[in-house]
């Protein structure tokens, strides 16, 4: 099998892992100590190299180590009781597909998991020696993103942080009971496990770093995770809550959720016709909520409903939930309230506070400042006068996007930090 | 917004360079007056790239403070800054942008320079607006090329992306892939305006004309094999199941794909 045939395989295993940021670390290139100049660098707010005919962010070289494994869990496509080509690389290979790659501009930088083919501590070792090889013989400042690999030593998952930028241990599924049914090899409390004691370890290293700057970050872009939905029962209530607690207690940068796929015929599993899309993006929604628009988990569901409407976004069901909180003013309102209102983002609310200070605002400058008037009016009022009637009946119809195909909402930069197409992106998606 | 405005009077003219707008900047910023209109000279001419030589400069000050303009037009350009670095920057990005809003511009510097730096951030201004939009439609550019930038070995095996943007860009990008390619050499080169920005041996320089273009890869020989394996990852990297070309093109528009390796061709 020759390098293409298992970049092609590895590939394919790899691409139902959501995540593919290369955000949220500074890294220069030249190995630590040496005077070797190298290649590559990572800024905090990533780069996107390409999009595939799914409208996904290729920033990475996103792949497996190996597509062989141990465990059979029912809705992944590399469980080890399907029939399927399987590959491995070599700690040389991943190497020199990164160099290349990377001094072409195609990526950022690599991102590295595998099938568990033999003890965790082993698989997790190859990882490792492929971010050392990187990082210390190649003088690679480009991101990685390796996956923790549960049940790992602690020791090798210190050392995958001093490597990689960013670290993940995907949960998979929302509930222990879930877990056990579909993915019964498992063990919840070992990817707990790995990411408290990475959680643990970045918060060290950071007061570490910020006592004696030469200290090394550990994995300083922080841990992701990663949920299907849609493959067990568990309600959009129970996904947020997971989430916010996710966030909340160990400091997670990110959350991914991705569709379920179906890609066996196991009977422990739904039988769907197509991925749930509209669920996955109202999902990110509702992690954007919580994230970059000051939500609580609990606020997103209020109302005793166990899933996330299909017809309105997150923030519009809100708010037609809670006509008391409106009409916000445009012209008292602090930044906070401005963002609850639908069709305002983190730029519109921006552009209104600091417009305020220099002028009035006149309501034919809402539209020109990126506020979507067909949205907002009905929850705006300006020099205390709504610019529209709120009547949450007649809206619920009338600002419905019926699950509109998601921008892409995978690996955009947070406000504030990202690139301004990436701002952009998000404005146009979520706003 | 406040009652006064600049005066806006008769016709300024400048040679299209960055060094002149950003002395019309100053102008305006300093008298609290603009133009009614503004003649770009270089507009109209069509080599005019030519003219840039190729004296070697320090891309990482060239966009991003005033320090590599010529001397006349360095202290202006530091007084702007001094006085805000935002507003300096929109005189970058006009100028880059190649559109003529050389007269909104120089409004917006006169009436910074009257009422405060913070009327650039009042986007009830129609000035500000269209400033601030162009703007931003340069940065979206640059965003978009320092991820869609594609190498490969050119002639003297300088690793050299070719480039078509909208806005004079190409400069403004040196700075990314200076720190991204460490200690190697690398070249930019800009096919519509003719211009390439190249670092050899560490040091940076610019040409123009057949110059610039004969940094450029060779076509017949730039497929090799590094670039049938980036082909073969992007096609396997897709996920059938959730195809939404519309999706793909709108975050990487048709006008970018003819450099791509991944995608040229395919429509």
Redesign the interface.
Known sequence: MD??DK???L??A???DASCASSGSSR???APGSAK?????S?PAG?????????????L??VLYSNSCRKDCAYCVNRSSVEVDRASFTVEELVS?TI??Y????IEGLFLSSGIFADADIVMEKLVEVARVLRERE?F?GYIHLKAIPGSSNKLLRKAGRYADRLSANIELPTASSLARLAPQKSGQEILGAMRFMSQTEAESREDSGRLRSTPRFAPAGQSTQLVVGASPEDDRTIIRLAGALYGRLGMRRVYYS?F?PVSTDPRLPILR??P?VREHRLYQADWLMRFYGFKPEEILDSGEANLSSELDPKTAWALRHPEFFPVDVERADYAALLRVPGVGVTGAG?IV??R??????PE?LG??GIVMKRARYFLSLGGRPLSALDPEGLRLQLADGGA????TWDQSPPGMG????K??MEFSFA | ??ASQPNSRGTWSYDGSLEGLVLLAHKAYAEGSAPETVANALAEESELFALLGPAPFEPAAQYSSPSNLATAAENAGAALCAFSSELFGLVLRIWMSEEALEPALLRLCAEAGL?GP??I????SSDV?LVARAA?RV??EI??L???????PGPNGL?C?PLAPDANIAAALLPH?S??????DFALVDVKRRLAFARQNGRFGASSGDEALAYLPNPETARDE?????R?????????????????R???PLRYWRY?P??AGAR
């Not at chain 1, 001094?103 to 195609?106: I, S, V, W």
Request: proline content about 3%; some cysteine.
């Open positions: 390098l293409g970049l092609e395989i590939a394919a790899a691409r139902y220069a290139s030249g100049g190298g290649l590559g660098a800024r780069v996107c190299h390409s999009w595939t005919g799914d409208g996904r962010c290729v920033s070289l996103k597909l290349g790659f001094r072409r501009n195609y003088g400042g569709a796929v197509s991925p899309l552009r600091s417009t200070h220099v002028g009035h605002i006149r400058d020109r400042m195909p998601q921008a892409s690139t301004l197409a990436a952009a992106q | 917004m406040r009422h913070e009327v951030v009042n986007h009830g607006r931003l940065n979206r965003d978009r320092e991820g869609l930038a594609r190498f490969s690793f992306a892939f720190r991204r390619f460490g200690s190697e590094e670039t049938e394996l980036w073969r990852y992007f096609k396997a990297t897709e996920n059938p199941a959730r195809r939404n070309p519309d999706l793909q709108r975050l990487m791509l991944e995608i």
